[in-house]
């Protein structure tokens, strides 16, 4: 993201309706906390999906000419193929900002050194004499990288795509970002800056579901110019349109997560500093109007100062009107629990992308939380912190999908292969059981291919 250099917002006028969900006393299940936690309006996503699916459709069907027509209708920009010549990627790293480029290269030095970290070891274990299984982790052929656009510019973002699949071994490595009028129907020039920083030379400008679409899909060569050959996994966060278009495509592609438009979640008791978890909680809500910001606390003396340094803070920060809507949204508020213990129900119910701990003994409270995409501990480890230089990945699972998925890392770019090798003699050993097993499950064959090994002295 570039550094600004404005002077203090002037304050605006936009007020903060920061909504209560009251779950004390309540005794409520799993499922009663899930439906009570702040979500955004279900027939959003609806009206997403529907959309999402016309759009790839289209660009099934009609390859760059679609891709053409979108970004036109989207980004109002005239595009003939939307592949970054070389020449504007080298151009774009000259004219870096010094300051930026500093920023960019320490994100990236310990982006790498956790990315390293990371990688599994594979494993050989031996069953028997001459029964050797083994699981190797081994790199996809190729992937697809998304970095969103629009209301903010997010280098940050093509770093957290690229370090992993770097360290992963991935060979073939495509990124997108959405064409800016202002900038010739090309992406951002951070953006493609930052691209160069990291060595990748395929970058596309298309944004949008039409960019998750052409990387699962594919465009074929024709007369805009080369083809876009299908990748075999797609990274990366965006709005409620780019997590339906991965969640349309999971399936024909592998995915990360629906990383969708950002969320925090702060988990803080009385202990907890207002001013402080009031910048976080408007850190995040700066994204997008759509952004959830929820404060989960058991302390309603907490609750009403931070409300108080919402309507402080919000009023004089630079994306103010953005920042209030997303604040008084049905994806935020505060959500009054009866003590620590509810509240920790509640996060894991709520399963954040982000959450905060800012409680006593905050450690120790982090590590009962089950459910998170990324966990902030203490007043000295803000999401801002994850989002460029914690060495921490910031694509994240969003919408509850924390539950079940991961962040983006290094495994999510390799497969785990098993390898079976078994002698004559190891075989021989199991073999009565596999007949037996075969047998057990009307499935004589399998059987049968096992002692068609003994028939002869081969």
Not at 54 to 61: E, F, G, H, W, Y
Not at 258 to 268: F, P, Q, V
Not at 325 to 343: I, K, R, T, Y
Not at 362 to 367: E, K, L, Q, S, T
Request: glycine fraction near 8%; aromatic fraction near 4%; charged fraction near 20%.
């Amino acid at each position: 993201m570039t550094i600004s250099s404005e002077s203090p917002a002037t304050p605006s006028t936009a007020t903060v309706s920061f909504r209560t969900v009251d779950l004390r006393g309540r005794g409520l299940t799993l499922a009663g906390l899930r439906a009570a936690v702040p979500r955004a309006r279900q027939n959003t996503v609806a009206d997403a999906e529907e959309k999402v699916l016309d759009i790839i459709s289209a660009v099934r069907q009609q390859g760059f000419a679609a891709l053409s027509d979108l970004a036109l209708r989207f980004d109002g920009v005239e595009q003939v193929h939307p592949r970054v010549p070389a020449e504007s990627l080298a151009k774009a790293l000259a004219e870096l900002d010094p300051a930026v480029r500093s920023a960019l290269e320490e994100s990236i030095s310990r982006a790498r050194q956790f990315a390293d970290g990371q990688r599994p070891r594979n494993v050989d274990v031996e069953l028997g004499d001459g029964a050797l299984v083994s699981q190797n982790w081994v790199p996809v052929s190729r992937v697809g990288l998304y970095v969103p656009g629009g209301l903010a510019v997010y280098p940050s973002s093509v770093i957290m795509n690229v370090v992993p699949a770097l360290a992963a071994g991935v060979e073939s490595i495509a990124l997108a970002s959405p064409p800016q009028k202002d900038f010739g129907g090309l992406p951002h020039p951070t953006i493609l800056a930052a691209a160069a920083l990291l060595g990748i030379s395929e970058v596309y400008a298309i944004g949008g579901a039409q960019a998750i679409a052409a990387f699962a899909y594919g465009v074929q060569a024709g007369d805009a110019g080369p083809a876009l050959d299908p990748v075999d996994v797609v990274t990366g966060p965006g709005n409620i349109f780019v997590a339906t278009a991965k969640r349309l495509v999971k399936g024909v592609v592998g995915i990360d997560s629906e990383a969708g438009t950002t969320e925090i979640a702060i988990l803080a008791d009385s202990s907890a500093q207002p001013d402080l978890v009031a910048a976080d909680l408007i850190s995040q809500a700066e994204h997008d109007p759509k952004a959830a910001s929820v404060l989960f606390t058991d302390s309603e003396d907490l609750a009403v100062a931070v409300r108080a340094e919402l309507d402080r803070q919000a009023a004089i920060t630079k994306h103010s009107q953005r920042v209030c809507e997303a604040l008084s949204g049905p994806q935020s508020g505060v959500v009054l629990v009866e003590d620590l213990e509810q509240g920790i129900a509640a996060c894991d119910a709520y399963a954040a992308e982000h959450l905060e701990i800012m409680t006593a003994d905050a450690p120790a409270v982090a590590a009962r939380i089950r459910n998170a995409g990324a966990i902030f501990v203490g007043d000295y480890s803000p999401v801002s912190l994850g989002d460029y230089c914690a060495g921490s990945n910031h694509v994240l699972p969003t919408s509850g999908t924390a539950a079940f998925s991961s962040g983006l890392n290094v495994t999510t770019f390799l497969r785990a292969i098993q390898v079976v090798n078994y002698s004559r003699a190891a075989l021989e050993e199991v073999r009565g059981h596999i007949v037996s097993l075969s047998a057990a499950e009307d499935l004589p064959a399998h059987g049968d291919a096992v002692t068609a090994r003994f028939s002869t002295t081969a």
